[in-house]
């Protein structure tokens, strides 16, 4: 007998409720982040409770993030955790399986996208959820994609601003919302457990560009035609083969951040 799960312990913010109801109908969802938001928490808590709730055995629900190490503190260890916490938790079996199994017999499967080709071809998934989305191929979360189309699963993509040179950026954000597609922000001033003087010392402490991208999950200009704010090793890849040039790098030890 299935037993439904009800989260007592979790009080979950207005961005986070959003979140919630948004993902019991949605087929696709991007959610834009500032840091610190509680995007990662809401996951952890979101997909445990589809997998606990979720009625058949023969599908999974898959969790990727751009690497394992960008998953396993915040998103994995936390929900197993939570399930042991909850009193569902059957077994965890780490690498290279990365595998909770609840005690219903539902089971969670994390993956790095990094080896998207071979880690998750030929799961079929009832749900996927990506965490930092941006830090991933656009070719990796296609073959996440292409894991929920027998189940007519839901994509749950969260992720913060990663310059407009960014392939999300391009293709979620540059054109207008996509029609199919839901979005939604999470903001750090919602996160009740940062205090405002907090959040006010890191911004006089930011670079200006930065803050607008970690701070307010803006989506910001951190290139120009010549000259990179902060080097990103595959879009130059991308514009030096483009324009079939070298590309040159130089440090600048001045005053501020390098």
């Known amino acids: 007998m299935r037993t439904k799960v009800r989260i007592r312990t979790y009080k979950p913010n207005v961005d986070q409720k959003a979140f919630h109801a948004l993902t ?15 995007k990662s928490f809401a996951m952890c808590h979101d997909s445990l409770k589809f997998a606990q709730n979720h009625h058949n055995k023969h599908e999974v629900t898959l969790v990727c993030g751009p690497t394992f190490g960008n998953l396993e503190a915040p998103i994995v260890n936390f929900t197993v955790g939570l399930a042991a916490e909850w009193g569902i938790l059957g077994s965890y079996a780490g690498m290279p399986k990365n595998r909770l199994v609840l005690k219903n017999g539902n089971q969670i ?15 079929t998934a009832a749900r996927a959820y ?33 310059g407009i040179n960014n392939w999300m950026y391009g293709k979620y954000i540059e054109n207008g919302k996509l029609a199919g597609v839901d979005y939604l922000d999470f903001s750090i001033f919602n996160n009740p457990t940062i205090k405002k003087e907090t959040i006010d010392r890191l911004l006089a402490r930011y670079d200006p560009l930065m803050a607008r991208q970690e701070i307010y999950g803006e989506w910001v200009n951190l290139s120009t035609e010549s000259v990179y704010y902060t080097f990103d090793h595959i879009q130059s890849i991308i514009e030096t083969k483009q324009k079939e040039m070298p590309t040159y790098i130089g440090i600048d030890f001045n005053v501020g951040i390098n």
């Not at 998207?116 to 030929?122: L, M, Q, T, V």
């Open 24 to 38: 019991k109908t949605t087929k696709e969802l991007l959610v834009v982040s500032s840091i610190r938001s509680g």
């Open 109 to 123: 499967i994390y993956r790095s996208l990094e080896s998207a080709d071979k880690g998750i071809r030929g799961i």
């Open 130 to 162: 990506i965490d930092e989305t941006a830090l991933a191929s656009e070719e990796s979360v296609d073959i996440v994609r292409g894991r929920l189309l027998t189940t007519d699963g839901a994509l749950i993509m969260t992720t913060t601003p990663r």
